[in-house]
């Protein structure tokens, strides 16, 4: 059975930094691509970063130049590294892989139980 499991949220100004971690377990997820969505109160969940298998990356336009996705393919672990936070970055953050992962998360088969991040203005 395949496990992700999210850690690193928490409560930071604005301006502030936060590290998530997402472990998995249970399977090899080689050549596979992971990615992080978020899901703010009454919206849909949205892409923020995905990295491939080759370490290509794509994050979305509203986290460009202040989130870093990165991952350690030898024991399948994934990080984003959240700098410059903002009140509208405030979500539940899910990482998810699949080995045919997108910007879409119907694309996705494996998910983490998600982490709350809260940016205080």
């Known amino acids: 059975q395949v496990l992700l499991v999210e850690s690193g949220g928490g409560l930071v100004q604005a301006g502030g930094s936060l590290r998530l971690s997402c472990a998995a377990s249970g399977r090899t997820f080689s050549a596979y691509t992971w990615a992080w969505f978020r899901q703010a109160p009454g919206k849909e969940r949205e892409f923020v970063a995905l990295i491939e298998w080759n370490g290509n990356t794509n994050y979305a336009d509203s986290v460009k130049d202040r989130f870093t996705i990165s991952r350690n393919k030898f024991n399948y672990t994934m990080a984003l590294q959240m700098n410059n936070l903002k009140s509208e970055d405030t979500a539940i953050y899910y990482c998810?892989?699949?080995?045919?992962?997108?910007?879409?998360?119907?694309?996705?088969?494996?998910w983490g139980q998600g982490t709350q991040v809260t940016v205080s203005s």
């Open positions: 998810a892989t699949d080995k045919y992962g997108t910007t879409s998360y119907g694309s996705y088969d494996y």
